[in-house]
């Protein structure tokens, strides 16, 4: 099975695109927080991988034409920034301010968690970028000579935390004002998150989609002075 499915470059997008779809179908229809599309992908794959034995190279050999992707992707994300250029204007410092609290946040909290542990540098700047685009954050950790599929792991369970936990966060800390929320969890969470905040309201997830943007390019400025504390 194993040597068939190595012949076939198209294997790993194939699982990857069907097991999505099914992911989205069962959001849809549950509607359970935990339902995350990545989340139940993830899952699927792994337990495909392993029932049938299938090496994870040979998986990896068709899903890096998904991977192709990140890079225009990433691009494409200067759309959004323009789209929500009257956000940017009207609310100038609370953006910033908050963005850069938030860039501050999560590299100190990766910084102070990474001490505790003794975790070595090249695993801490590795986790350093959890909280932005896989795409510039794989361009973070490879500069810094990091582990990419630790960092693609970081970010991937912290925008699915930030899709399932955002809404009832912003409800216990009793955040109700659309534009801080759109701020805090696109700096969170990223693209994720911000799916999670568009379903919320149309202002939340503006402001979480400049977000993602505006935190990708503080944090590419402000890793530096963390990227050597370990």
């Not at 198209?10 to 959001?27: H, K, N, R, T």
């Not at 801490?124 to 490879?142: D, H, N, R, W």
């Not at 693609?152 to 369970?157: L, N, P, R, V």
Request: aromatic residues 10%.
């Amino acid at each position: 099975m194993n040597e068939m499915l190595s012949q076939s470059v198209f294997f790993g997008v194939a699982i990857s695109l069907l097991f999505y779809q099914v992911g989205m179908y069962i959001q849809k229809k549950t509607k359970f927080p935990l339902a995350n599309p990545l989340l139940i992908a993830v899952i699927l794959i792994i337990s495909v991988l392993l029932l049938l034995d299938i090496e994870y190279t040979t998986y990896k050999n068709g899903a890096q034409y998904i991977e192709f992707f990140l890079t225009p992707v990433t691009v494409c994300l200067a759309i959004p920034l323009y789209r929500q250029l009257e956000y940017l204007k009207k609310y100038p410092v609370a953006v910033f301010v908050s963005i850069t609290a938030g860039v501050f946040m999560a590299l100190g909290s990766i910084y102070i968690m990474s001490f505790l542990f003794g975790l070595e540098h090249q695993d801490y700047v590795s986790l350093l970028p959890k909280s932005i685009t896989t795409a510039i954050g794989k361009g973070i950790t490879e500069k810094y000579d990091g582990i990419v599929p630790i960092t693609i792991i970081g970010i991937s369970i912290t925008g699915v935390m930030g899709n399932v936990m955002a809404e009832s966060l912003c409800k216990w800390l009793r955040i109700t004002e659309p534009v801080a929320k759109g701020l805090a969890i696109g700096t969170a969470s990223h693209a994720l998150g911000t799916s999670k905040a568009m379903e919320i309201g149309e202002v939340e997830g503006a402001m979480s989609s400049l977000s993602i943007v505006v935190a990708g390019i503080l944090t590419v400025i402000i890793v530096p002075l963390f990227a050597n504390l370990i």
